[in-house]
Antibody, heavy 122, light 106 residues
Framework: QVQLQESGPGLVTPSQTLSLTCTVSGDSINTGDYYWSWIRQTPGKGLEWIGYIYFSGKTYYNPSLKSRLTVSMDTSKNQFSLKLTSVTAADTAMYYC??????????????WGQGTMVTVSS | AIQLTQSPASLSASVGDRVTITCRAS??????LAWYQQKPGRPPKVLIH???TLASGVPSRFSGSGSGTDFTLTISSLQPEDSATYYC????????FGPGTKINIK
């Protein structure tokens, strides 16, 4: 059974860097079968896809966040991570990591972590 | 990026009713569209992928259809556990989500 679990600070100071990690169990992120994504959700803006990483290290980012965003992976720990710099209150959200299927398996975010709430406040 | 709108924003229906939610894309797209169900305090759960393919383990009362700019999610016989918010999401141009449709049970 594949599971994803987000971890990281729940409170970040404005202008600082938000760092989250997603630990994957039951599957290896070091294959070409899936993309590994970050998605966030706020009451005001709804669900917003942030970016993904592929096993090769290829990344694809939401242009609205690209200048502040880095998604990376540590295959030895079966984890992928998000770093978002210069955060403001607008980055306050529930952050999810998710597995994305593609191609012959169809396109969907088929497995999600439980989410972690991040608040940006001094 | 393709923008998605959903209608209605909310609805109230009775157990056993047939319910349809519409998702409209800002431009024509392929069938790379998914539907999700989200209950309070839980992450979204995929119901339909590729516009009309039922995800594994999802009850057959859920179905999806559509093409081009107009897609629909139908619940053939609404059940109490279907009270939730439903989102469409596309993979054509960036990965955007619709604003959601909240279903309440009368």
């Amino acid at each position: 059974q594949v599971q994803l679990q987000e971890s990281g600070p729940g409170l970040v100071t404005p202008s600082q860097t938000l760092s989250l990690t997603c630990t994957v169990s039951g599957d290896s992120i070091n294959t070409g079968d899936y993309y590994w994504s970050w998605i966030r959700q706020t009451p005001g803006k709804g669900l917003e896809w942030i970016g993904y990483i592929y096993f090769s290290g290829k990344t694809y980012y939401n242009p609205s966040l690209k200048s502040r965003l880095t998604v990376s992976m540590d295959t030895s720990k079966n984890q992928f991570s998000l770093k978002l710099t210069s955060v403001t209150a607008a980055d306050t959200a529930m952050y999810y990591c998710a597995r994305q299927t593609y191609g012959g398996d169809g396109y969907a975010f088929d497995i999600w972590g439980q989410g972690t709430m991040v608040t940006v406040s001094s | 990026a393709i923008q998605l709108t959903q209608s209605p924003a909310s609805l109230s229906a009775s157990v056993g009713d047939r319910v349809t939610i519409t998702c409209r894309a800002s431009q024509g797209m392929t069938s790379a569209l998914a539907w999700y169900q989200q209950k309070p305090g839980r992450p979204p759960k995929v119901l339909i992928h590729d516009a009309s393919t039922l995800a594994s383990g999802v009850p057959s009362r859920f179905s999806g259809s559509g093409s081009g700019t107009d897609f629909t999610l139908t619940i053939s016989s609404l059940q109490p556990e279907d009270s939730a918010t439903y989102y469409c999401q596309q993979f054509n141009s960036l990965f955007t989500f619709g604003p959601g449709t909240k279903i309440n049970i009368k």
